[in-house]
């Protein structure tokens, strides 16, 4: 078989699989992944093509080649402690970004300003206001409450508005 006809029973399929993989990685797009599939794909090519393999085992081979490629190319996280020194002079962490979270008692003040504004807030204003606290998203505030996700994002910004608050 030669490259071509290959390349053009596995072609489609390579897209599809690019364009699945597309926000893996900040700043690889879908058509670099392809490309480096077509690439990964022309190699093994060279080095000869077995016979009796289907171009699903071939299109498999390019998916891990892909998997390996993420594994290779992701930023490493680096976790670092407050406490540990960062330059010379014994500077850590902890000295440049001071704690700044707020008293228990500015804390529970802002909560009671906030339940006694609450009561400005329509029934629906109310009801979205309460979803949005427990962790929905945007969408799933819609979707239970029977409305689309842009009339949820106007009423969040009613109650932002009502309310003084940002979330």
């Known amino acids: 078989m030669c490259f071509e006809t290959l390349f053009n029973k596995v072609s489609p399929r390579l897209k599809v699989m690019a364009k699945g993989y597309k926000n893996r990685l900040g700043f690889i797009n879908e058509d670099d992944f392809y490309q480096e599939m077509c690439i990964y794909l022309w190699n093994k090519f060279k080095e000869g093509v077995p016979k009796g393999i289907n171009e699903a085992y071939i299109v498999k081979g390019c998916r891990f080649f892909i998997l390996n490629y993420f594994r290779k190319n992701q930023n490493k996280a680096r976790v670092l402690s407050f406490e540990i020194p960062i330059d010379d002079?014994?500077?850590?962490?902890?000295?440049?970004?001071?704690?700044?979270?707020?008293?228990?008692?500015?804390?529970?003040?802002?909560?009671?300003?906030?339940?006694?504004?609450?009561?400005?807030?329509?029934?629906?204003?109310?009801?979205?206001?309460?979803?949005?606290?427990?962790?929905?998203?945007?969408?799933?505030?819609?979707?239970?409450?029977?409305?689309?996700?842009?009339?949820?994002?106007?009423?969040?910004?009613k109650i932002a508005e009502k309310l003084k608050i940002e979330f």
């Open 89 to 157: 002079k014994g500077n850590t962490l902890g000295d440049l970004f001071p704690d700044t979270k707020e008293s228990l008692k500015d804390c529970l003040n802002r909560k009671f300003d906030i339940e006694d504004n609450r009561r400005n807030l329509n029934k629906r204003e109310n009801q979205v206001f309460t979803l949005l606290l427990d962790g929905y998203t945007v969408r799933e505030a819609g979707k239970r409450l029977g409305v689309s996700h842009v009339m949820v994002i106007k009423i969040k910004k």
